[in-house]
């Protein structure tokens, strides 16, 4: 029989725990990976006009990545509270979104050029940096945590299906 963990708080609780923690994990595995697609991602060519733009505030340029790179997991955690007649418009935000995460940090300026383009802001650069490897661990924690979540609901509902009893006719 299939227990149904969301009206028991404190059954809820520790699954909830044990998938983050299992999320951190598999991201920490996987994070150097991630990296390397990242650098294959900026190989793409890149549309002068907007690289143009972007360098004009290379200080914005960066802060606004983190604000695409935190709209994708955001909309993937509002989604799991939606019905399912919302889910395919998660899907294409989550696809304009990723389109316009990859394209800008394919045109933003190099990060590694702040401590040149901010000498006297080094430490500012430093948590740049920091805050950029930070925020990909916990994005790609957070993906792993949604693809688990929903890995553990498709189980639940093939032990569902698998319970129910074939219905004759008569």
Same mark, same amino acid.
């Given at each position: 029989?299939?227990?149904?963990?969301?009206?028991?708080?404190?059954?809820?609780?520790?699954?909830?725990?044990?998938?983050?923690?299992?999320?951190?994990?598999?991201?920490?595995?996987?994070?150097?990976?991630?990296?390397?697609?990242?650098?294959?991602?900026?190989?793409?060519?890149?549309?002068?006009?907007?690289?143009?733009? *972007?360098?004009? #505030?290379? $200080?914005?340029?960066?802060?606004? /990545?983190?604000?695409? @790179?935190?709209?994708?997991? &955001?909309? !993937?955690?509002?989604?799991?509270?939606?019905?399912?007649?919302?889910?395919?418009?998660?899907?294409?935000?989550?696809?304009?979104?990723?389109?316009?995460?990859?394209?800008?940090?394919?045109?933003?300026?190099?990060?590694?050029?702040?401590?040149?383009?901010?000498?006297?802001?080094?430490?500012?650069?430093?948590?740049?940096?920091?805050?950029?490897?930070?925020? *990909?661990?916990? #994005?790609? $924690?957070?993906?792993?945590?949604? /693809?688990?979540?929903? @890995?553990?609901?498709?189980? &639940?509902? !093939?032990?569902?299906?698998?319970?129910?009893?074939?219905?004759?006719?008569?």
């Amino acid at each position: 029989m299939h227990a149904d963990l969301s009206h028991s708080p404190t059954r809820r609780h520790p699954l909830l725990r044990a998938l983050g923690l299992a999320s951190l994990a598999i991201a920490g595995l996987i994070l150097p990976f991630v990296w390397d697609v990242l650098s294959l991602v900026n190989e793409m060519p890149k549309m002068n006009w907007l690289q143009h733009a *972007l360098a004009q #505030a290379p $200080a914005l340029s960066w802060l606004m /990545m983190f604000v695409w @790179g935190a709209a994708i997991p &955001g909309v !993937l955690l509002w989604s799991m509270h939606q019905s399912k007649h919302h889910k395919i418009a998660t899907i294409v935000s989550m696809l304009v979104l990723m389109w316009v995460a990859v394209t800008w940090y394919v045109h933003m300026p190099v990060s590694g050029q702040c401590d040149s383009l901010y000498s006297q802001w080094s430490w500012a650069c430093t948590v740049l940096q920091w805050a950029y490897s930070l925020s *990909l661990g916990l #994005a790609t $924690a957070t993906y792993v945590f949604i /693809m688990l979540g929903l @890995g553990l609901s498709a189980l &639940g509902l !093939l032990a569902e299906g698998l319970d129910e009893k074939p219905v004759h006719a008569s």
